[in-house]
C-alpha cells in the first residue's frame, strides 16, 4: 500500500483552489467531497454540506472498502476474480503505480543541494515524475517519421542535478517495450547528472509531456486522455487544477491531425503546446511529469488485461464524470415513458483503398423497427466533426438510454452513457475492445450473437483480409433485431426502477 508520506512527498500539481465557486465548477461533487476530505483546501462554505462519503478513492493508505469511491463496484465477479479487476481496471491499478513511483527513484536529489532535483517513475518508465530537470534540445532529432522516434536525447541532453542510479534506470529496459507509445524509457535511459545546467529558457509553470496516438481515432485519442486523468491521479493532483501546460512529446515534421481539439480544455486551460517550440534552445522544467501512454504493456484502456466476467471501474466511471463535467454536458433524462435510442450510421466515405466497410446494408429496415415499438425516441445521427461539435456529440451519446451502432471508434461514446443505458454493439466482429469498456463504465453491453441471422456482403471488399470481418459489410434480420430491441428495453426500464441518479 502506498504510504501517506509516499504521496505527500510526491505531489507537483497540487494548488490549492481559493474560491469556492472555481472549485464547485471545476468538479463533480464526489470529487470534490474525496479532496475536501483528504486536503482541506476549500472554504467552509463547503465544509457545511460535505457529506460522509466517499472521502477517498480506494488506492490510498487508510482508505477502507465502504468509504471509498464507488464501493459497489467491481460487480458480477467471482472471488478470486473481483481483485483482479481492481487491480487491473480500477484504482487498485493506481495504487500499485504508487508503489512502483516509491520504489524506483531514477534522480536522487543532494542533501546539500539548492536545486533539489529528483525523478522518480514507475516500472519500465511508463510514467515519470520529475523536478528541476534539463532538456538540452539544440540539435534535435527531427524526422517525418516516426512521431516518437527513440534516442532523441543523448547523453548530457537530458538529467538533473542529483545522484542518478544508472542500475536501477537500466533494469527498466524491455525489448520491444521501451519507446513509441508503450514507456519513455527510450527517451530518458541517457539521464545524466547535470551539475550546472546552463538553461535559455526556464518552464515555471508544471509541464506534462504525452505521445499521442491517432488524432482522428476516438478510441485512440481518448485512451491518452484517460491515461492523462490517471496521471494526474499519480502525480497527487487531487484538486486537478488546470493551470499546467500539456506538451506534445512529437518530434515529426508532419502536421497532427487532431479532431478532439476541444477535449483538452477538461485538463488544462492553456493550448497544447509541442516539443517542437523548444528545438533549438537548453530548457530547464521546474517540475515535469512524463504521462502514462495510450498502448502500454497491460495499460488502460489499450491493452488491458480485464477478468472475462466482472464489470464497474469506480476509475472509468469517475473518469467519464470528470471529463462530462468540465465539458459542462449535462443529463436532461430519464424522460417518463419514453426509452431515448441514438443508431449511430458509419461513415459511407472510402478509405484509401477505395472501400467502405462495416456497412449495414439494410439500414432502413432496422430504423423501421426502432419506430414501430411504442415510446422509442429514435434519433439517427452520423458523428462527423464537420456537422456536429464533439461537445453535442457527447451530449447526445449521454443522453441516450440505447446506444446501438457497428463495431469502430464511434462507439467509444459508450464511456459517456447514464449508468441504466445499454451499449448494443450491432456486431462485434469478434472483437472485444467495445465491450471491455462498457464494462469498465459499467453499463450493459449487448451484441449480435446469431450468425444465422445475418447475411455478409461484397466478397471483393474482403481482398484486403479476407477472414477479418471488419472489412465485410453485413444485413441483418429485422426480427431478430427487434428481440434484442425489446431485450435492451426491458433492461433500461428494470435500471431506471432502482437507479434515479448518478451524475
Request: proline letters at 4%; charged letters at 25%.
Amino acid at each position: 500500500m502506498a504510504s501517506s508520506s509516499m504521496l505527500a512527498r510526491h505531489v507537483i500539481l497540487i494548488v490549492c483552489s481559493v474560491s469556492v465557486v472555481r472549485c464547485y465548477n471545476s468538479l463533480p461533487w464526489e470529487h470534490i467531497n474525496i479532496a475536501e476530505h483528504q486536503r482541506p483546501c476549500l472554504q467552509h462554505k463547503f465544509n457545511q454540506t460535505k457529506k460522509d462519503k466517499p472521502k477517498c478513492w480506494g488506492y490510498e493508505a487508510g482508505c477502507d472498502e465502504l468509504s471509498r469511491y464507488e464501493p459497489r463496484w467491481p460487480r458480477d465477479c467471482e472471488t478470486h476474480e473481483l481483485w483482479r479487476f481492481w487491480e487491473q481496471g480500477d484504482f487498485g491499478y493506481v495504487r500499485n503505480r504508487l508503489n512502483e513511483l516509491e520504489q524506483l527513484q531514477i534522480c536522487k536529489p543532494r542533501k546539500n543541494d539548492v536545486t533539489k532535483s529528483s525523478m522518480n517513475c514507475t516500472g519500465r518508465l511508463q510514467f515519470c515524475q520529475a523536478r528541476d530537470i534539463f532538456l538540452d534540445l539544440r540539435h534535435p532529432r527531427s524526422t517525418k517519421w516516426p512521431r516518437h522516434p527513440d534516442d532523441v536525447l543523448m547523453a548530457d541532453e537530458v538529467g538533473g542535478n542529483c545522484d542518478v542510479d544508472k542500475e536501477a534506470l537500466s533494469r527498466q529496459y524491455t525489448q520491444g517495450l521501451n519507446g513509441g507509445l508503450r514507456a519513455w524509457y527510450s527517451e530518458l535511459r541517457h539521464f545524466t547528472d547535470v551539475t550546472d545546467p546552463q538553461c535559455d529558457l526556464f518552464i515555471d509553470k508544471p509541464v506534462v509531456f504525452m505521445k499521442l496516438d491517432q488524432g482522428n481515432n476516438m478510441y485512440h485519442k481518448f485512451c491518452g486522455f484517460f491515461n492523462l486523468y490517471i496521471s494526474m491521479h499519480v502525480n497527487g493532483s487531487l484538486d486537478f487544477n488546470d493551470d499546467f501546460m500539456i506538451i506534445n512529446w512529437d518530434w515529426s515534421n508532419v502536421p497532427y491531425n487532431n479532431y478532439f481539439e476541444a477535449s483538452w480544455s477538461a485538463f488544462s486551460k492553456h493550448q497544447v503546446g509541442h516539443i517542437r517550440d523548444w528545438f533549438g534552445k537548453r530548457v530547464c522544467f521546474k517540475s515535469a511529469v512524463f504521462s502514462f501512454l495510450p498502448r502500454m504493456l497491460l495499460g488502460l484502456f489499450y491493452n488491458a488485461m480485464l477478468g472475462e466476467n466482472c464489470s464497474g471501474s469506480g476509475m472509468m466511471k469517475s473518469f467519464s464524470q470528470f471529463f462530462l463535467h468540465r465539458m459542462n454536458v449535462t443529463q436532461k433524462g430519464p424522460i417518463p415513458g419514453k426509452i431515448r435510442v441514438t443508431f449511430l450510421q458509419r461513415s459511407t466515405k472510402p478509405d484509401y483503398l477505395g472501400k467502405v466497410y462495416r456497412q449495414i446494408v439494410n439500414e432502413k429496415d432496422l430504423i423501421k423497427v426502432l419506430n414501430n415499438i411504442p415510446g422509442f425516441q429514435v434519433k439517427v445521427v452520423e458523428y462527423h466533426q464537420d456537422t456536429m461539435s464533439f461537445k453535442d456529440q457527447i451530449s447526445m451519446s449521454h443522453n441516450s438510454d440505447i446506444m446501438i451502432g457497428m463495431h469502430g471508434a464511434g462507439l467509444t461514446h459508450f464511456l459517456f452513457l447514464p449508468p441504466w443505458a445499454v451499449a448494443f454493439e450491432l456486431y462485434n466482429c469478434q472483437a472485444k475492445c467495445y465491450r471491455d469498456l462498457a464494462r469498465l463504465r459499467g453499463v450493459r453491453h449487448m451484441t449480435w450473437s446469431r450468425d444465422d441471422k445475418l447475411t455478409t456482403h461484397n466478397a471483393r471488399e474482403r481482398e484486403r483480409d479476407p477472414e477479418n470481418r471488419r472489412y465485410w459489410n453485413f444485413s441483418f434480420d429485422p426480427e431478430e433485431f427487434r428481440r434484442l430491441v425489446l431485450e435492451a428495453r426491458d433492461y433500461v426500464l428494470q435500471e431506471l426502477g432502482r437507479v434515479h441518479t448518478e451524475l
